[in-house]
């Protein structure tokens, strides 16, 4: 299935938590954070009052508490508006 965001909203795959600490301790899922990282996986297209500026591909930073969790084919996504993305990764 393939989901199109629309107007100022993207389309975010999360980086997966960690699961190990640096010392090898197993972090058990009720004590994971939430990731505040991820993938840009699809843009709408923007409004007549914002321009998109992230694209496919990008790694972004969000807020703790951004977006909207959503599942496709068995993957949890977060649809978001971009105004509620803090900031781009560069490479």
Do not use: H
């Amino acid at each position: 299935m393939q989901v199109t965001p629309l107007a100022d909203r993207v389309l975010v795959r999360p980086v997966a938590a960690e699961t190990k600490t640096a010392a090898g301790i197993i972090i058990p899922d009720s004590a994971k954070e939430k990731p505040l990282k991820g993938e840009v996986i699809a843009v709408g297209q923007g409004t007549k009052d914002e321009q998109m500026v992230l694209k496919a591909g990008d790694t972004v930073l969000y807020g703790k508490y951004a977006g909207t969790e959503i599942e496709l084919d068995n993957e949890k996504l977060l649809i978001m508006r971009q105004s509620d993305v803090l900031g781009k990764i560069e490479n």
